[in-house]
């Protein structure tokens, strides 16, 4: 069986990635269906959803077309959480693979400096850290980096753990070949579909988080987010739900698809564990 | 046209005008209001914080008061005299006035609370004067004040909030911050302290000896005390506070609450602090240092958009760097309209090469940094190329301190006049670094100096108003900063609370006047 045809056996990862694709198409498209800056106050502020011909969503507290915030949101929030995965990826699995294979004393330093950071709340930290650095997308990207390594790292410890001793593995050293090369040409392609769906899930959690953290005044100023739509439109609730309403489905739907095609991808990749159905 | 010199204001002239604002009022009842955020103490000059001058000012008095149009009223002095000359001032007290304590008020108190209290304690007290020499009481009720030069602004510094009148007999001679009487506030005004529940409530009641007939209406003032912003409209909405005082609900609650039944609004009773909303624009250096750049920003900005959307439509949008609620303001001047066309000649001209300007809005919640988002983008559309930069309180203090900025937001009081509160900001030797509050954006003008410090103890006023619209001029040109508005803090109440902003101070001394129609 094809891994597509594995992938598509879950119907649900099957709308995850159609919803998931969309939302790639909204962010893509974004420039050539409202090539001005969603920023730009083009109407009279507050307009319901479907009340004139151009603003399907409405207008915002300061008359900035929230369809073309949503558009563009769609391309920050998709951004962040890509880029900030893809530096998660590159701090945990080094740490965890180090740890993993050499095992001994160079496991417990960096064990205990992964601990260090995963008692303190994610959150927390990325809020601190935010603010020290002053809020741009660079900050945000990091904070959400640094608070989100750790299970990699563990994760990937674990995986060269089982490994290190395998037939293969140590067929590998007796050939003579260099740790580096046995980490990074034995072992890590085999950790491979345990970190693509981690990293699936982590795209979700970072999205969230950039949201929070916009939600909370700390978002890049100077980007339209989605998380940064729903902040401002909080204080107005009462008035006008429609703009706290269609950022807040855009987060959902774009969490859900997410989880959905992780848990697609675990199936796809790892046929033999995955569940009857 | 030549003035009298010399002022004279009867008390009769004030109960005729008391007596055609209150028709037919009624005698009682409670009033509950809000303070926010709860003061550090309740002496003023000790404390200067605005909460304490809201709910002092009802509690001590100054020698006069001012009316919306910042005219002076009788209070303490029930007269006054200016020198020809405008270098000595003499103020005639009313007779038969007591403290909260039963003591008998005089002229050595005025004395005392100039000379002593307010020289040790209080700065803006202490501004005004440098400006005296001596300060004699010549008989019980007759006080003069000796200036070295004659000072424009002398007479409109005399508000409560910043010359207060204390109680000779329980101050003198002691550790003022650490006097006993601190706890229990003792003044002359329309209501005596009677008992703050820290973290709850401030109560004020009706002081039965007060010295103006029938005044005031109110059995008592309770200054409630809520945290959260949303649970103060909330408890004004349930109909458990009366008054909003301004500043007490974020903004866009305001039509909200306006909108319900029986609710008034106010926007007046905030003239002497009149709040004017600028943009520092960094003199020194970057593209912000030519004048074109700057006269381009203010061509650049949407300002009655800000004011609609943000304010509400209250406010008012300025000409230049007096605001519509300062003396001598000179309306002869071209407004800076919206005018994104003629921003970007200018851009052109000045040969603006794209070079990234930041922006820092006031951490000051919501509005400001929605404020922040439109004067971005108003800048962009005309290709400036700039970027907001979020920071909190203290950051936003040290960069403007530092002078780390090119752009920022902030507010400024104006005092009723330029002396006061506007020639502080433009100039030159009010340039130091680590104050966010003074010269920031490190204005020069030579010329602009000289009228200013010229303006300031000219005498009398034709020749300071010569002075100023002169000033007005350069500033106008050279724009040091951006004007964006003169802030509308409207005032929200009951409708059956009347009577109740009757002074350019608004609540802070309103309670004297108002009373209840249930």
Known sequence: MSF?????????????????????????????????????????????????????????????????????????????????????????????????????????????????????????????????????????????????????????????MSLRNREYVEAARLVGQSNTTIILR??????????????????????????????????????????????????VIRQAWWLSFFPGVAILLTVLALNLVGEGLDDALNPKLSRER | MKKPLALAISAAALAFTSAALADDPKEGGVVNTIIQPEPPGLVLGMVQNAPTRTVSGNIYEGLLRYSTDLEPMPQLAESWEVSDDGRTYTFHLREGVTWHDGEAFTADDVVFSADVFHRELNPSARAVLQHV??????????????????????????????????????????DFRNNEHNDHPIGTGPFKFSNWERGTVIELVKNEEYYEEGLPYLDGVNWHII???????????????????????????????AEMDNVCMTEEGHEYFSPFAMLWMNNREGPTADKRFRQAVMYAMDREFAKDVLW???????????????????????????????????????????????ILPLPYGETWTRWAEAVQQNLREVGINVETQATDVGGWNQRLGDWDYDLAFTYLYQYGDPALGISRTYLSDNIAKGSPWNNVEGYENERVDELFN?????????????????????????????????????????????????????????????????
């Open chain 1, 186 to 235: 034995q072992i890590l392609p085999n950790t491979l579909s345990p970190i693509i769906v981690l990293a699936s899930l982590m795209v979700a959690t970072a999205i969230l988080l950039e949201s929070a953290l916009s939600f909370l005044g700390l978002g890049d100023p100077n980007v339209m987010s989605w998380g940064y739509m729903i902040g401002a439109a909080r204080t």
């Open chain 2, 133 to 174: 020499e001596s300060i004699e009481a010549t008989d019980d009720h007759t006080v003069v004040f000796t200036l070295k030069q004659p000072f424009g602004p002398f007479l409109i510094s005399f508000e409560a909030g910043t010359f207060t009148m204390v109680p000779e007999h329980l101050y003198a001679g002691t």
């Open chain 2, 454 to 518: 010229e303006a300031a103890t000219a005498f009398p006023d034709e020749e300071r108003e010569a002075l100023y619209r002169e000033v007005q001029e350069i500033l106008h040109e050279d724009v040091p900063v951006g004007w964006l508005m003169e802030l509308g803090f409207p005032t929200l109440y009951r409708c059956d609370v009347k009577n109740l902003v009757t002074s350019g101070v608004g609540v802070n001394d309103g309670f004297k006047d108002a009373w209840l129609d249930r």
């Open chain 2, 312 to 358: 509400n439509g209250l406010g008012n949008v300025p000409l230049s760097a007096f605001g519509s609620n300062a003396r001598f303001q000179n309306d002869d001047l071209e407004p800076y309209d919206y005018n994104p066309d003629r921003a970007r000649e200018l851009l052109d001209e000045m040969g603006y090469d794209g070079e990234e300007i930041t």
């Open chain 2, 227 to 257: 945290p959260d912003g949303a649970s103060r409209a909330v408890a004004f909405e349930n109909e458990t506070i009366d008054v909003l005082p301004s500043g007490t609900v974020e903004n866009f609650d305001i039509p909200r609450l």
């Open chain 1, 4 to 160: 597509f045809a594995r992938f598509a056996q879950n119907r649900g990862a099957l709308v995850g990635l159609i919803i998931l694709l969309l939302i790639i198409a909204m962010a893509i498209l974004a420039p050539l269906l409202f090539p001005e800056s969603p920023w730009r106050m083009v109407q009279r502020p507050f307009l319901p959803p479907l009340s004139q011909d151009g603003f399907p969503l409405g207008t915002d507290t300061m008359g900035r077309n929230v369809a073309s915030g949503l558009m563009h949101g769609a391309w920050v929030s998709l951004l962040i959480g890509l880029v900030s995965t893809s530096v998660a990826l590159l701090i945990g699995v080094p740490l965890g693979a180090i740890a993993g294979y050499y095992g001994g004393i160079i496991d417990d330093i960096l064990m205990r400096f992964t601990e260090f950071f995963q008692t303190i709340p994610n959150f927390a930290l990325a809020i601190v850290l935010v603010a020290i650095m002053q809020p741009s997308i660079t900050s945000i990207v990091l904070a959400i980096a640094i608070v989100s390594w750790p299970p990699v790292a563990r994760l990937v410890r674990a995986e060269f």
